[in-house]
């Protein structure tokens, strides 16, 4: 799995995050510094999106933006935190396609096992979730103007929390399709079937699949895979199928 991670700001002079009780970029460099180490310690391939200088706040958005995009991540992460009133706390994390909102849930769900209170997944136009290609979530971890959030945050355990989120099984609850989907295949890869199926399977329930570009009804991410709904039972005679995300990528039909 290749992970694209955008520290949030850090890119002075021009892009310097929100000064609160902690400064947001000392903040986000903690968290993301820790969550690359974790990923690339779990195997994972992961991409540092974070710019060491740009001419002004839109360069420095699309140069991470273009990180991700030339370096085909699979999921695109961007770590931030919010500031408001000095009262408003919690944890709050954008996406805008059903693919990255139920990586988001995902995310959420282990953040708020931390006690934060839970803001939601929410739908946001940001610049870099409407401008890379693959699934993207923006996370607000917490709020750095709030002592009740500020005294709660532990950038290691944050950064725990967003890995077990990436990594782990997604939220059973997570949003359901509206829309179809192509599923592309980068390299030649197979489809395997739900550890539940495998039981009642035989032995030969791998179906090999080319590179190319597949429809698919609906998808949700788990465990470094995408478990996709097939149009039809073509396919080892199932309609649900795993695959490996590293070979393969999902984007929403045009």
């Known amino acids: 799995m290749k992970f694209g991670i955008d520290i949030g700001h850090n890119c002075p002079p021009h892009d310097t995050g929100a000064t ?19 990923l690339k310690a779990a195997g994972h391939t992961v991409i540092d999106c974070t710019p060491t200088s740009a001419s002004n706040i839109n360069d420095s958005l699309r140069q991470r933006v273009n990180k991700a995009n030339v370096n085909n991540v699979n999921v695109f992460v961007s770590i931030h935190f919010n500031k ?6 919690g944890t709050e994390i954008f996406a805008i396609s059903n693919t990255s909102k139920g ?42 103007d709030s002592t009740d959030d500020m005294n709660r945050f ?26 179809d ?13 739900s550890t539940e ?26 465990e470094n895979h995408y478990w996709v709904k097939w149009p039809d039972k073509s396919k080892g005679n199932r309609d649900e199928h795993f695959v490996f995300a590293g070979y393969s990528k999902v984007k929403e039909k045009d």
């Open 197 to 222: 199926q495998a039981s009642e399977l035989p032995k030969d329930s791998l179906i090999d699949i080319e590179p190319g570009s597949y429809p698919i009804l609906d998808v949700r991410f788990e």
């Open 181 to 193: 989907y192509i599923l592309e295949i980068t390299t030649q890869t197979v489809l395997k079937p």
């Open 20 to 38: 609160g009780i902690k400064q947001e970029d000392v903040l986000t460099k903690a968290v993301g510094t820790r969550l690359i180490q974790k």
């Open 103 to 144: 990586i988001a849930q995902s995310v959420l769900k282990e953040i708020l096992k931390l006690g934060f209170n839970d803001r939601k997944v929410k739908n946001s136009g940001f610049f870099v979730l409407k401008n890379t290609q693959m699934p993207a979530i923006l996370i607000e971890c917490c709020f750095c």
């Open 84 to 89: 408001f009133n000095t009262k408003v706390n």
């Open 154 to 179: 532990d950038a290691e355990k944050m950064a725990e929390a967003i890995k077990d989120g990436l990594i782990g099984e997604s939220d059973d609850d997570a949003p359901k399709s509206d829309k």
